[in-house]
């Protein structure tokens, strides 16, 4: 017997947790699954069993709050529960879902879906990323928190906006030394127009500020319009090449210097995480300054499709605090589609959050204009760099599917294989992208070469999982 809810809430981050509450305490049946083994995604992320936090930071006061109240709610909580595909209902009423999980049933049912899965790192890639001890922001900052783990000795931190600061700072604090902070962007003139917006986030401006103090007063050389753009070592990074950059992110000739380090931190903003969005055939629509390609959300962040809902930075790049905000919204909409409540009431809980929900956007677009990923960085690319990690393709093959006619990703897809390996894309099509609008010049855009296409399983999981499916 399929375990059938009214709403399955997935991704337990800062929209899911909220999403699920607000739906529950309006008495939606809701079930909230994760792939983790629990809740907080990677914001409010837990700390590892049997560890303890002398000065708990304001993230993990807040995460330990959200999940006391998910704990005492009303609602079906799938933990270590991985979402490989989502399905039209045979009855025609709502989804199936397929999870994956030693202790999870292989599939539920649900009306309505709120989609909450988050964001990931934006890959750049130069010579050396696939090196052994390069990583990205948001995978040092989960070894530090949730793990406890400082991965290096001596680390370069490079990338654009506040989580370069945040890794840099939480590096440093854990008793690595970072050698140094390189921000691709330069401070300008622009932020003056951003003030009254960014003024109102004083908490947020105080937290960056600290992390810049703790920097330099570790000593920590950090430089504004530079980058890494090479890795290299035997086997692991031992060394690492910064350069200053151009207004367009290209570097300097002649400006290149040499860093001795064991590991390199490179964190270029955030991707929206769409993929199961997409596999239910949401209609996407291509964002530069909320992270790419996002599924489209009318004014209660219903998409294209009756019934699904999209909360968080799956939907855009906005940050934690305007999560929670849409999670309520989207909690409340499904609340209210459901006839939990009524049209006043959901009016009267719109008309107290969305002036919160403005500013949160205004911010959002204020860091968006302040630390573009430059477009410059794919001179950085030489012909055997690999794009594509899963499938081993290189710059200098996908020059060579431009030359033979591909004019889209799909198409570039198809002749190098580059986004068919383990995760879908996620990884390469960004620097793709990149080099397919150099390639093909004047008149190419995001919105014409497209973007990868998805297909189940979303994830790896194990064939057992796909079997089991098949017989329930």
């Known amino acids: 017997m399929i375990a059938s809810y009214e709403l399955a809430v997935i991704g337990a981050g800062p929209a899911g947790m909220e999403a699920a509450l607000a739906a529950a305490a309006a008495g939606v049946e809701t079930a909230v699954i994760d ?120 680390v370069l931190v490079s990338g ?7 890794a840099a700072a939480h590096l440093s604090a854990a008793g690595v030394a970072v050698a140094g902070v390189c921000e691709a962007n330069r401070f300008s003139r622009r932020a003056l127009r951003h003030a009254p917006t960014l003024l109102r986030e004083s908490r947020r401006l105080g937290e960056g500020a600290g992390y810049l103090s703790r920097l330099l007063l570790a000593g920590t050389p950090y430089r504004t319009g530079w980058s890494v753009v090479e890795a290299s070592g035997e086997g692991r990074v031992e060394k690492a090449v910064i350069a ?50 996002a599924p489209w959300r009318g004014e209660n962040l219903q998409t294209s499709l009756p019934g699904v809902y999209c909360a968080g930075d ?63 960085l794919v001179s950085l690319l030489q012909e055997d760099t690999p794009l594509c990690r899963c499938e081993e393709v290189t710059l200098g093959a996908v020059k060579q599917a431009v030359a033979a006619g591909a004019q889209t990703l799909g198409e570039v897809k198809m002749l190098t294989r580059a986004g068919m390996g383990n995760c879908q894309g996620r990884m ?6 990149a080099v397919l609008l150099r390639e093909l010049g004047a008149g190419a855009a995001p919105e014409t070469t497209g973007s990868y296409s998805v297909r189940p399983p979303l994830h790896p999981v194990p064939i057992g999982s796909l079997l089991e499916d098949e017989d329930s």
């Open 244 to 293: 200053r950059l151009d207004a367009a992110g290209a570097p300097l000739p002649g400006s290149e210097r040499n860093v001795e380090v064991d590991g390199v931190i490179a964190g270029y903003g955030l991707t929206p995480n769409r993929g199961l969005a997409q596999m239910v055939g949401c209609r996407l629509e291509y964002l530069p300054q909320k992270g790419g390609w």
């Open 160 to 166: 654009t906006g506040p989580l370069v600061l945040s």
């Open 428 to 433: 390469c099509e960004r620097p793709v992208t």
């Open 314 to 376: 799956c939907a855009g790049i906005a940050g934690a605090e305007n999560s929670r905000l849409e999670g309520q919204i989207a909690g409340t909409a499904a609340a209210r589609e459901l006839g939990k409540i009524t049209a006043q009431q959901a009016e009267d809980f719109s008309r107290r959050v969305r002036p919160a929900w403005a500013q949160q956007q205004r911010f959002a677009r204020a860091l968006a204009e302040l630390y573009p990923l430059p477009p410059g």
């Open 35 to 154: 792939g983790h083994p629990a809740p907080g995604g990677q914001v409010y992320m837990p700390l590892p069993a049997g560890f303890e936090a002398s000065r708990p930071a304001g993230e993990e006061t807040e995460g330990e709050r959200l999940s006391r109240r998910l704990d005492a709610a009303p609602l079906a909580r799938l933990w270590n529960a991985a979402v490989w595909g989502i399905f039209p209902d045979e009855s025609g009423s709502g989804w199936s879902i397929a999870l994956a999980g030693a202790e999870v049933p292989r599939r539920i049912h649900a009306r309505l879906l709120i989609l909450a899965t988050g964001a990931y790192d934006t890959p750049v890639a130069f010579p050396g990323w696939t090196l052994p001890g390069v990583l990205t922001c948001g995978a040092a900052l989960t070894l530090l928190k949730n793990q406890r783990i400082a991965p290096f000795r001596r």
